[in-house]
């Protein structure tokens, strides 16, 4: 089993759409939950920050930590076609510098 | 937000040379730097954490005596693949810490460099 898993996608839906992407984990020392969206051949851009158990809101976007299931998610509401990019989660542990554990990604592509 | 440079951006180089590839931190000091590489539709592999001053601690799988990391300054790491081969084609993305950040762990990302190996 792999650290974390990532559903792989591609997702379509039409614009102003609610989009869920979710992941899953197996190491229980995982603390900080992040998500990263990016645009082809560029590199990642930090888009949610989150620690723990939890909801975040940020705009268009909430991220969600259920550190008792395992789970995270991430909602966009009202979809744009400019939200069409690579989503990925990433988590890390508690140490000073820890390395990041990514999730595969997934493909988004939001229709006119 | 952090900003994170890469030079070059794409390169191009036969089989059996080396290329090196900066990594900049624009506006802050990175005690800690990270290099990843990421294949066509996968994730991104960590290869190596880089810390200024000190060796490189690599991934169990990545060659160290093939990618040379150093990390000589605060604002400064590079990576260089040596003997390259078409197998090395990949897109090579460095990372930064950012300890002024706030925010534990935050790696802020740069624009990454597309190697091709022919």
């Known amino acids: 089993q792999k650290e974390v898993e990532q559903d792989p996608g591609p997702l379509s839906v039409p614009e102003g759409a609610i989009v869920s992407l979710n992941c899953t984990y197996s190491?229980?020392?995982?603390?900080?939950f992040m998500w990263y969206r990016q645009y082809s051949r560029k590199g990642p851009e930090l888009l949610m920050y989150t620690y723990s158990s939890g909801n975040k809101e940020d705009g268009r976007f909430t991220a969600q930590v259920d550190k008792s299931s395992k789970y995270i998610s991430l909602f966009i509401r009202d979809s744009q076609p400019s939200d069409s990019a690579t989503y990925l989660c990433a988590m890390s542990g508690s140490g000073a510098n820890s390395k990041l554990t990514f999730g595969k990604g997934i493909t988004l592509s939001v229709r006119p | 937000g952090a900003v994170v440079s890469q030079h070059p951006s794409w390169v191009i180089c036969k089989s059996g040379t080396s290329v090196k590839i900066e990594c900049r931190s624009l506006?802050?000091?990175?005690?800690?730097m990270f290099w990843y590489r990421q294949f066509p539709k996968q994730s991104l592999m960590l290869m190596a954490t880089?810390?200024?001053?000190?060796?490189?601690?690599?991934e169990q799988g990545v060659e160290k005596d093939k990618f040379l990391i150093n990390h000589a300054s605060l604002t400064l790491s590079t990576l260089t693949v040596t003997s390259a081969h078409p197998e090395d084609s990949s897109f090579y993305i460095c990372s930064a810490s950012d300890p002024a950040s706030g925010r534990y762990n935050e790696q802020f990302f740069g624009p990454g460099t597309r190697l091709t190996v022919l």
């Open positions: 506006d802050f000091q990175a005690t800690t």
């Open positions: 880089s810390n200024e001053g000190s060796k490189a601690t690599y």
């Open positions: 190491n229980s020392a995982f603390q900080y």
